[in-house]
Structure formats: C-alpha cells, structure tokens
C-alpha cells in the first residue's frame, strides 16, 4: 500500500515536467524550421577590382541606397575592414572588405543571425552601382590572397559563404 503513493506521487512530479521537456522540443524545432526558411548561416561575397578604401566609400553609400543605416568602421588589419549598420527590421549588418591584392577586394556581407539573401542581394547590387562596376563570384585566377595570420579561434563549422550569384 505505502509503495502505491510513493509511484503516484512520482507520477504527478513527473506530469510537469514532460510539459516542459515538450515544450523544449517545441523550441527546437521551431529554431530548425527559421535554420531551414532562411537558408541556414550564410554570407554573400563578391570581388571588386578597388582597392578597400575605394569599397569602403562605396558601402557608405551603398548602406543609405538600400536603406541600411550606417553604425561604424573598424580597420581591423591593414588589408581588412569591417563596417557595421542595421536594417529596416533592425537586423545587424556586417561588411567585411578584405584586400585580395593591391586593386582588388574581397566584399562580404552577413546580415542578422542566418543571413538574409534578399538584402544580402540588394547591398551588392547597390554596391556595383556605386562602384560603376560589376563584381565576380571568383577571384582572378592572377591573385591570390596574402597570407593571413592564424586565427585566434576556430570558425564555427556550420558557417557557410556564398558567392553572389
């Protein structure tokens, strides 16, 4: 008899927390699903045959033509830039100009947590134009790219960069 109340008291402690253990799954899927309808992590880049000074200036501008508003610079190495701004649905932008050789740069745009295409797009298409130019998916076959430091931390893995298409 004692054991009967010992199993439905475990019972009713377990009742509540298989809710919240469904409720976690919940969560997880539906973080699956935005990982999914957004295309997963990614990044949008192009070359440009402009120096990084050159594309920084262009990036400003291209910001206000598609509407992202500028928040700031930061000249992370002598051969890479990092410009910051935000979106119409506040979504953080990046764009990281990186020199491939002395005339051309390497644009690389990441906007809010999984990317967004559509602005990702828009940004380089706005940014040609500013440029007077249209960009490449691949770098010229005469340029490769200096030797980088080595990373302070892994990229995480699930990252992926895709070239504008």
């Known amino acids: ?34 990982y999914v309808e ?25 910001f206000s033509q598609v509407g992202i508003q ?23 932008v990046k764009v990281n100009i990186t020199s491939m050789a002395t005339d051309v740069s390497k644009v690389n745009i990441r906007v809010g947590t999984f990317g967004d295409k559509t602005v990702s797009l828009d940004f380089q298409r706005a940014l040609a134009s500013q440029l007077g130019m249209q960009p490449t998916a691949q770098a010229p076959a005469s340029v490769t790219p200096p030797a980088a430091p080595a990373p302070a931390a892994p990229a995480p893995q699930e990252q992926q960069t895709i070239p504008l298409q």
């Open 38 to 62: 957004n295309g997963g992590v990614a990044n949008y880049y192009a070359y440009y045959p402009v120096s990084v000074a050159r594309a920084s200036q262009a990036t400003q501008a291209a």
């Open 70 to 92: 500028y928040q700031g610079m930061i000249q992370k190495t002598p051969s890479e830039v990092m410009i910051e701004g935000s979106d119409a649905k506040a979504q953080r």
């Open 1 to 34: 008899m004692p054991y009967r109340w010992l199993a439905l008291a475990t019972i009713a402690a377990a009742v509540p927390l298989s809710g919240c253990v469904a409720l976690l799954g919940a969560g997880a899927g539906a973080g699956a699903v935005t």
